[in-house]
């Protein structure tokens, strides 16, 4: 049988993902967000790899037999560890890490900085693999960004926390932003 692409994200983000993949793919393709339980982003990594299991449990049901996890909340705490536990082969497992480690590329000048969700800077694998690639790495908390775009909050607002993180972006000078979410 045809294989099946599940594609999903802890609300409606990874649907930007979900779209880009249906550009260049003519594979078979399922999207789950999890909108009851959005945002993942500042919950505890325990909390997350159990909603992580029940997303590939639900996927799994639904006939899926290869995955991109666009949450890049829930990509920082996926272990191989806990991809054996769901029976999920890794070389079928795709996230928002494995994606950035092996496409993006950076210069030894070059300062980048990570914008993302509590949980994603709190894991530091944004700047684990960043610094691998030898670039000055900064990094900027995101804490509410996620839930008030997952309840549709006023423009302004959302606007307001971005404004924020631009500025300290421009204070430490930086050459490059990571936006650790997919929204």
């Given at each position: 049988s045809k294989p099946v692409l599940g594609i999903f994200?802890?609300?409606v983000g990874g649907f930007s993902v979900y779209k880009k993949i249906k550009e260049v793919s003519t594979a078979n393709?399922?999207?789950?967000?999890?909108?009851?339980?959005?945002?993942?982003?500042?919950?505890?990594?325990s909390e997350i790899?159990?909603?992580?299991?029940?997303?590939?449990?639900?996927?799994k049901d639904e006939g899926v037999t290869h995955f991109v996890n666009a949450c890049n909340s829930m990509s920082v705490v996926t272990t191989d560890t806990l991809l054996k536990e769901c029976k999920v082969d890794s070389a079928k497992y795709t996230d928002m890490i494995r994606a950035f480690d092996a496409?993006?590329?950076?210069?030894?000048?070059d300062k980048v900085l990570v914008m993302a969700t509590v949980a994603t800077i709190r894991s530091g694998i944004y700047q684990e693999v960043l610094s691998a690639k030898g670039v000055a790495v900064f990094e900027y908390v995101y804490k509410d960004l996620a839930g008030l775009i997952e309840t549709n909050a006023k423009q302004e607002d959302i606007l307001t926390l971005i404004e924020e993180g631009m500025k300290y972006a421009v204070e430490v000078s930086a050459t490059h932003i990571v936006y650790g979410c997919t929204h």
């Open positions: 994200d802890s609300g393709c399922v999207y789950y967000g999890d909108c009851a339980r959005a945002p993942y982003g500042n919950r505890e990594e790899q159990s909603f992580i299991k029940d997303d590939i449990t639900f996927l496409h993006a590329s950076f210069g030894v000048e």
